[in-house]
């Protein structure tokens, strides 16, 4: 379990103590954790697969229907305003993002080509290169995949989480924008559709304004990245 600094100071974490004793529960005990995520930076835009990076080392792709709140959740676990573009222009990402973290980890930005207003034409494209993308991209740990929590799982999710199940690829979904919606609803969506997933998905409330679930996904990811656990 982690907790990590914000540029605040840091969050205040409950966490058990399981190697020395596991009933031992310290409360507001502060775990002292950089954020390794602040340091990601622009790499390139890709619109063909063969554009990316070399297939080596740990890739993160994040994935969502435009509009979703992508670009606010990237923006929101690396701490920097504008590293994705955040935008009320639904489809402007049209390409796959790279920004790194360091030479062997990256995060893949995807397009959300699902939304109704992106041409007939691209979403094809989309489809094709992101099919490929998912069956051949051998460094793709897991994929995090950003649905709005009023309306989650729309035919765009599900065809992710079908690629993932067919790569056996992790997929964590975050029902991003949970602050638009009161504690029960926001509770009983996310019981309704976890019932239904697959094995390979997990699933939380995330909200890029609230920050709520920011830990969670830090811990996740850090996860996925193969960060240590660095407690002072
Ligand atoms: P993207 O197209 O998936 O990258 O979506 P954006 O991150 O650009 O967000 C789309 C719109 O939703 C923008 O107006 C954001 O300000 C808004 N938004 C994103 N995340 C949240 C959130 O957690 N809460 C609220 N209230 N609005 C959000």
New binding site residues.
């Given amino acids: 379990m982690f907790a990590y600094n914000d540029r605040n100071g840091p969050l205040l974490s409950r966490f058990k103590l399981k190697r020395s004793s596991p009933k031992i529960t310290i409360e507001k005990t502060i775990l002292k954790r950089t954020n390794p995520f602040r340091v990601a930076s622009y790499v390139l835009n890709a619109h063909e697969l063969k554009q990316l990076p070399e297939d080596n080392g740990i890739e993160v792709a994040i994935a969502?229907?435009?509009?979703?709140?992508?670009?606010?959740?990237?923006?929101?676990f690396t701490d920097q305003k504008s590293l994705?573009?955040?935008?009320?222009t639904?489809?402007?990402?049209q390409q796959i993002v790279i920004f790194k973290l360091d030479e062997d980890r990256r995060i893949a930005d995807l397009p959300?080509y699902g939304y109704a207003k992106v041409p007939l034409k691209l979403k094809a494209h989309w489809r094709r290169v992101m099919e490929r993308y998912f069956q051949t991209r051998s460094c793709l740990r897991g994929v995090v995949l950003?649905m709005?929590i009023r309306h989650p799982m729309r035919e765009f999710d599900q065809q992710m989480l079908a690629w993932c199940e067919a790569a056996n690829t992790p997929c964590h979904i975050l029902l991003?924008?949970?602050?638009?919606l009161k504690r029960g609803p926001a509770q009983s969506t996310l019981l309704k559709v976890r019932r239904d997933l697959p094995d390979i998905a997990s699933i939380q409330i995330?909200?890029?304004?609230?920050k709520?679930g920011l830990e969670e996904l830090v811990d996740k990811l850090c996860d996925w990245y193969e960060y240590d656990d660095e407690t002072a």
Avoid: L, M, Y
């Fill in positions: 969502g229907r435009s509009n979703a709140g992508k670009s606010s959740a990237i923006n929101t994705a573009r955040t935008s009320k639904p489809g402007r990402t959300g950003v709005d991003t924008k949970a602050d638009k995330f909200s890029s304004s609230k709520t």
